[in-house]
């Protein structure tokens, strides 16, 4: 099952600075994006969603960009912390009113340095 | 903060024996979900339950597998006979009528 991947995984980031993690889609139907942050032995934490009608969504320290026609999206750190080392997953759906059924990405493992 | 919470944290058992995985989905939640993650590869989705009845599972929850909501606070996912194929990190997820889903820790099922 290859409809999300994330290419990159790992990604290391000094303090402070911006962490980019990409994923990118192959199925057109997909019209609602998750990504998911995960510390080892814990379940996948909601970080922030994106709905195929918006193109941005921000909320603090994340934003998260979908550009449709590349069937592309990105999660933007800023600035990033130590905390926020993790592996961070991207999850794909569709199905108009009734979603159930998420396709995940392999996950990023971000490493963000002191 | 409301939390989905699974027991036990750590399953081991017998290859051919049966498994009952368990979780307490967020009380105002409507969709229930199984999900797994065998090491190394991606977390899969396996089956989702709505108003008491499976609306969507994959081809991986085969006849071996099944689910139920027993009363008004758990879900249960029954593996009838493990096969070592089945060791994997099983997470349970709820979502009120919209995304986004809210995952448990997992149960690391291990069949020996």
């Known amino acids: 099952d290859q409809q999300v991947k994330q290419n990159s995984p790992s990604l290391s980031v000094q303090e402070g600075r911006i962490s980019i993690l990409n994923c990118d889609y192959t199925?057109?139907?997909?019209?609602?994006f998750l990504w998911y942050k995960k510390y080892p032995a814990e379940g996948p934490t909601f970080l922030i969603s994106?709905?195929?009608?918006?193109d941005k969504n921000e909320d603090g320290r994340f934003t998260v960009f979908l550009n449709k026609s590349a069937k592309h999206l990105s999660l933007h750190i800023v600035p990033s912390q130590p905390g926020d080392s993790a592996v961070y997953f991207c999850?794909?759906?569709?199905?108009?009113?009734?979603?159930?059924?998420?396709?995940f990405g392999s996950g990023t493992k971000l490493n963000v340095k002191p | 903060e409301p939390e989905v919470t699974q027991t036990p944290s750590h399953q081991v058992t017998q290859m051919g024996q049966e498994v009952i995985l368990r979780c307490v989905p967020i009380?105002?939640?409507?969709?229930f979900y199984w999900y797994r993650q065998i090491l190394g590869q991606k977390v899969e989705f396996l089956v989702s339950?709505?108003?008491?009845?499976?609306?969507?599972k994959s081809e991986i929850f085969d006849d071996q597998f099944s689910v139920e909501r027993p009363d008004g606070s758990n879900f249960t996912l029954k593996i009838r006979s493990t096969k070592l194929e089945d060791s994997a990190m099983y997470f349970c997820?709820?979502?009120?009528?919209?995304?986004?889903?809210?995952f448990g820790n997992g149960t690391r099922l291990t069949v020996t």
């Open positions: 997820a709820s979502s009120e009528a919209d995304p986004p889903l809210h």
């Open positions: 199925n057109s139907m997909f019209d609602y």
């Open positions: 994106i709905s195929s009608i918006k």
């Open positions: 999850a794909a759906g569709s199905g108009g009113y009734n979603f159930n059924k998420f396709y």
């Open positions: 009380s105002n939640h409507l969709y």
């Open positions: 339950f709505y108003n008491n009845e499976i609306s969507e």
